[in-house]
């Protein structure tokens, strides 16, 4: 159940998790996740390392 308020919260402010990020992109999670970490991805957010990433929804594939 929280995945599931953390998805509404991110559809209404703007933004995308990783998961959704990679269906849109047509690459894995994981691969996501490694653009955030290295900064390849222009305005991503993330509360605390280990903590979900937030991904602008208007945001370009590197």
Excluded at 9 to 31: D, F, H, I, P
Excluded at 52 to 60: D, E, H, L
């Amino acid at each position: 159940m929280g995945s599931e308020n953390n998805q509404q919260e991110e559809q209404k402010s703007g933004y995308m998790g990783s998961k959704e990020a990679a269906k849109l992109w047509n690459v894995t999670q994981s691969t996501v996740t490694k653009w955030c970490r290295e900064g390849l991805i222009d305005g991503v957010e993330q509360d605390s390392p280990g903590s979900p990433w937030r991904i602008p929804r208007n945001a370009k594939r590197p």
